[in-house]
């Protein structure tokens, strides 16, 4: 079982590459992505994947109580946007290692290390699953009042760790691994980043899916990125590669967009990659030893 548990994104992931490289008409996707113009489409993406890393230095920040000064915001934004690259490109998610050992680094205590770290992955996974019933309820019914109640759903994994302050406050012991619950600004501005974070996502997304003439409504947008993140979250593949081909030609194909269109909307998100690990890779110089003490 654990053998078969280490190969599986190895086995989904060919599997998934293999289908994209038997089944897509490269002639025709090759054309259409020969049709983008760099300008001012790279510098466009660029921006809004450095405005995506900074938001995740905000959360970082927040979530692990760090002083709001510049020298420790530039220091945790270098350090946040090269972790993240890691963990796009690494299987076994190395830049969460890199994360934790920032935090202890700054005197966190190992388990408020390891519950930001948790907190973080959570409110990721609710804003996918928020975007993606966002996205199915306003296409299946066109309430946005219904779209627009499913977008709330990351907030009460927001207050988690407060709304369990009473169960972990019965324990000294946890209490001091853990470290007191956040105060509800910081909360808020976690909120406020994730927001942001994945807000920018979608619009880096549409970006893309626009540069290749394929233009879903927002809704539609929320829909694609919340199911495709999923599927690359359940997949295990680093990337997301070959899994995320497959499950954004599917779904664009099931909003009525033409095969070849479809083929091409897919394979023009993947040119988000390597704009995210440039940024990444560029960020190394700034690398400081050490973090910066909190409080």
């Known amino acids: ?72 915001m530039a220091s945790v934004h270098a350090y946040v946007t090269v972790t993240i690259a890691l963990g796009i490109a690494t299987p076994m998610q190395l830049g969460e290692a890199l994360k934790v050992k920032y935090a202890r680094d700054a005197g966190l205590p190992l388990g408020a ?51 369990g302050r009473r169960w972990i406050a019965r324990s000294p012991r946890l209490l001091a691994w853990t470290g007191p619950p956040l105060p509800a600004p910081a909360v ?35 829909l694609l990125l919340g199911a495709v993140a999923g599927a690359g979250i359940v997949s295990m593949v680093p990337a997301g590669l070959g899994v995320q081909e497959v499950s954004a030609m599917a779904l664009l194909a099931a909003m009525g967009y033409p095969a070849e269109a479809a083929e091409a909307g897919a394979l023009a998100l993947r040119l988000l990659l390597p704009v995210m690990l440039v940024i990444g890779v560029l960020h190394l110089p700034l690398l400081r030893h050490g973090a910066p003490r909190n409080g």
């Open 188 to 222: 808020g501005a976690v909120l406020a980043a994730t927001v942001a974070k994945w807000g920018l996502t979608l619009a880096t997304w549409l970006a893309l899916l626009a540069a290749v003439d394929v233009v879903p409504g927002p809704w539609q947008g929320m």
């Open 1 to 72: 079982m654990r053998r078969l548990a280490r190969a599986w994104p190895v086995l989904v992931g060919a599997a998934a590459l293999g289908w994209v490289a038997l089944t897509f008409d490269w002639g025709q996707a090759g054309a259409a992505l020969a049709r983008i113009r760099p300008w001012p489409l790279l510098p466009e993406v660029f921006l809004l994947s450095l405005a995506v890393y900074a938001a995740c230095a905000v959360r970082w920040m927040a979530i692990s109580r760090l002083p709001w000064r510049a020298r420790t």
């Open 113 to 163: 290390s390891a519950v930001n770290l948790v907190q973080e992955r959570l409110l990721d996974l609710a804003a996918i699953a928020a975007m993606a019933a966002a996205g199915l309820l306003h296409g299946l019914t066109g309430s946005a009042a219904l779209a627009l109640a499913a977008l709330l759903l990351p907030v009460p994994v927001a207050l988690l760790p407060r709304l």
